[in-house]
């Protein structure tokens, strides 16, 4: 057994040792989960613990408080080593004029480390014992994904139980940074010792030496490199874990939902050896060429026994969901149109254990390769967050239903003479044709819409109530930009589209000019599916108007020029020094008044402390929030939509992230609660301000500006 816990990762393995040809050799047996947890969660957890022991509890900026984490490791280390001191002093220093006489000072004692670190990673804990699936409780300071549980033991417990069952390890080598003092291998031993001792037969594994915890990786990545140039013998038994490709059941490529069973195709068995090649003549399959099409991708840990070319369907449990492919697969220059390929598959597994999947044509004459991410998990088939009974509304519509909706999209923007439906009726046709209100669409039938308004889009400008309708539809349709697999290639296509030479423009010099108004409302409804390049684009139409150098710019109507600000403010990815400008500006506005109506909504976005979908790198600095607060607290509502837009704008600057390097200081937080809880809002606007709470669904839809589409899930900040 391998236990590696490093500074921020933990990952079990099982060797087992043989004899072969007269020489032992070693073959892996199975290979855990990359588990994000390590050393950093455990000097976190004592940095929290410390914190409550200082004057100045719970009010350390971020600046302060990662003194207090690195100070926090330096005395686990030095606590925890043989021979080390009865105590060890933390000090945090102060801050501008008061940085000697504002430190804070307090000591910890070996014993207090050995209890939050045994208890909290270390339990005691059943031989049968499973991870918890709660809240990530304080695991998020540094804003990544950690581990719903941070007991090392349960994860460990849970990882033998699935692998080797009730086989007893003989051995164990610990590995990682966390194992330096050895205090921490006695523990776990210990706490092993409780899974397999018994009076008839003590348990007493080998402790395996390593030599050196800290250069471990690098010795073995030396160790590696040599044994492929020389030939020497490696360990065996290729590739941890198996690979599988989502099938629907006429052969064609589905993404199967969160609760039922995946069928699925498996493409690489466990155990595959590295530099390997299997060509599967069996099943057939159907390949959709010129046409967005997606390869879900699934692995698993715990399915020793499938071979490749096996049909399986299997426990959601049981499999791991790794980043799909997501792409338009061309036939060559004489291809013309979707159609469809059959096709077999061809995988090779590299020898520095990377997949590569190749789609053969049955006549010989194509192959496609398919490049995999398979470094990088999503998700497992259950969330740990949800129940395991939790029902998801499916996206499936009546297919007769949908192509009505088609067909009457089809008659508005390419009959001739006067369309029937007319644009501004098209809508509540589409309504009585799904027979449900627009609201009630839900993602997978709005994106099915938008196959439609595709198709039509070359007809949009036939009248100014044809470009209208076609702008609300698709804004409507593709909003907001993400949340289903083909997202980004339909906004990408609908950037190509709007884009694009007018094809009417020598026949039709009149005809009716892109932009205004609606067209704004159209982006920052999708504002989501644009990458960082795109964005910044869009933006660059914006600035001029947004902000003028000069009092000779010119300026759109009251209606477009709200729209542009709305617009503007969606773009997450922007630059935090652009968004920065924008806000100023935004301010300036405010301190003129009266407050424009789109102020607040736009600030909001602008300097929220958790964004809807753009990365921990695009949000606003903490300190141009608290001097934005600082304006926003000068303000004096006019009347009840100022007021609840004010409010509402300072609960979400001032709101806790659970980052304290992206919060505002507590000076700040206090004067916000004080102005909350004197106006009659409502309570979770101030909750979100007191403790770290997720986005509700009311929140997140004010936030976006509407509703969103039913089974659309916002993901969370950087993902």
């Avoid at 490529?253 to 969160?258: A, R, V």
């Avoid at 597994?349 to 194509?366: H, M, S, W």
């Avoid at 921990?616 to 926003?632: G, M, R, Y």
């Avoid at 409502?682 to 976006?704: K, Y």
């Amino acid at each position: 057994l391998v236990v590696d816990v490093g500074g921020g990762t933990s990952d079990f393995s099982l060797i087992r040792a043989g004899e072969e040809k007269g020489e032992l050799s070693f073959n892996r047996e199975a290979v855990g989960d990359h588990l994000l947890l390590g050393g950093d969660n455990m000097d976190l957890a004592i940095a929290k613990s410390v914190e409550t022991k200082l004057p100045g509890a719970g009010k350390l900026d971020a600046a302060q408080y990662g003194m207090l984490v690195q100070a926090c490791r330096s005395a686990k280390e030095a606590l925890l080593r043989p021979g080390g001191p009865a105590s060890f002093p933390v000090t945090i220093m102060g801050r501008g004029r008061a940085v000697i006489g504002g430190a804070q000072h307090t000591t910890l004692a070996p014993q207090e480390i050995q209890d939050i670190l045994f208890n909290g990673f270390f339990p005691h804990v059943d031989r049968n014992a499973e991870p918890g699936r709660g809240a990530r409780t304080g695991l998020h300071e540094m804003g990544l994904p950690y581990v719903n549980d941070p007991a090392v033991t349960r994860h460990l417990a849970a990882f033998l139980k699935h692998h080797i069952g009730d086989v007893i390890p003989d051995a164990i080598l610990f590995n990682g940074g966390v194992f330096q003092p050895d205090v921490l291998q006695q523990r776990l031993l210990d706490v092993m010792k409780a899974w397999y001792d018994s009076p008839a037969k003590p348990w007493s594994p080998l402790r395996l030496t390593n030599p050196s915890l800290d250069l471990a990786v690098a010795w073995g990545a030396a160790s590696f490199a040599w044994l492929r140039y020389s030939g020497g013998k490696r360990i065996g038994g290729g590739i941890p874990r198996s690979y599988y490709i989502a099938v629907a059941a006429d052969g064609t490529s589905e993404s199967p939902g969160d609760e039922k069973p995946a069928t699925v195709l498996c493409i690489a068995p466990q155990h595959l050896e590295e530099g390997a090649s299997i060509e599967l003549p069996e099943p057939e399959l159907h390949l959709a060429l010129g046409q967005p099409v997606v390869f879900p991708l699934f692995s698993s840990t715990v399915r020793g026994e499938d071979k490749a070319g096996d049909v399986l369907t299997i426990a959601q449990s049981q499999l791991l969901q790794l980043p799909p492919l997501q792409t338009v697969l061309r036939g060559g220059k004489r291809s013309t149109g979707p159609k469809d390929v059959p096709v077999t598959l061809a995988t090779h597994i590299t020898d520095i254990g990377t997949l590569e999947v190749f789609c053969v044509a049955k006549d010989g004459n194509n192959r496609w390769r398919l490049e995999f991410n398979i470094r990088e998990l999503v998700k497992e088939m259950r969330r740990e967050e949800e129940p395991a009974d939790r029902t998801e509304m499916t996206d499936v519509w009546p297919e007769a239903q949908v192509q009505e909706a088609g067909k009457l999209i089809r008659q508005t923007f390419t009959s001739e003479g006067e369309p029937q439906p007319s644009p501004p009726e098209l809508t509540k046709a589409l309504e009585a044709a799904l027979d449900a209100s627009r609201q009630n669409w839900p993602t997978g039938l709005c994106r099915r819409l938008w196959d439609f308004l595709a198709e039509v889009a070359e007809q949009r400008r036939r009248t100014p109530q044809h470009l209208t309708r076609w702008y609300h539809l698709v804004g409507f349709c593709l909003r907001p930009g993400f949340g289903d697999s083909l997202d980004r290639f339909r906004v990408e296509q609908l950037w190509k589209l709007l884009n694009a030479p007018r094809k009417d423009a020598p026949r039709s010099p009149a005809a009716v000019a892109e932009g205004g108004a609606d067209a704004w409302i159209m982006w920052r409804r999708v504002a989501g599916g644009l990458n960082g390049a795109l964005q910044q684009n869009l933006f660059d139409r914006l600035r001029q108007v947004l902000l003028p150098k000069g009092k000779g710019a010119l300026r759109p109507g009251a209606n477009e020029f709200a729209e542009m600000w709305r617009a503007a403010a969606s773009l997450e990815r922007l630059d935090p020094k652009l968004k920065e400008q924008l806000g100023q500006q935004l301010l300036g506005m405010l301190q003129r008044g009266p407050a424009p109506t789109y102020a607040f909504w736009a600030l909001t976005r602008l300097g929220a402390r958790t964004l809807l979908y753009g990365p921990l790198n695009a949000i606003v600095h903490p300190q141009i929030i608290q001097t934005w607060l600082d304006e926003l607290l000068k303000f004096k509502p006019n009347n009840e939509s100022e007021r609840l837009g004010w409010a509402f704008c300072m609960a979400q600057f001032a709101r806790r992230s659970g980052q304290r390097v992206l919060d505002v200081d507590e000076a700040h937080v206090g004067r916000v609660l004080e102005v909350l809880r004197s106006m009659p809002v409502p309570g979770h606007w101030i909750r979100m301000v007191e403790e770290v709470i997720e986005l509700e669904g009311e929140e997140r839809s004010q936030i976006f500006g509407e509703s969103l589409p039913i089974g659309l899930k916002l993901a969370a900040a950087g993902e």
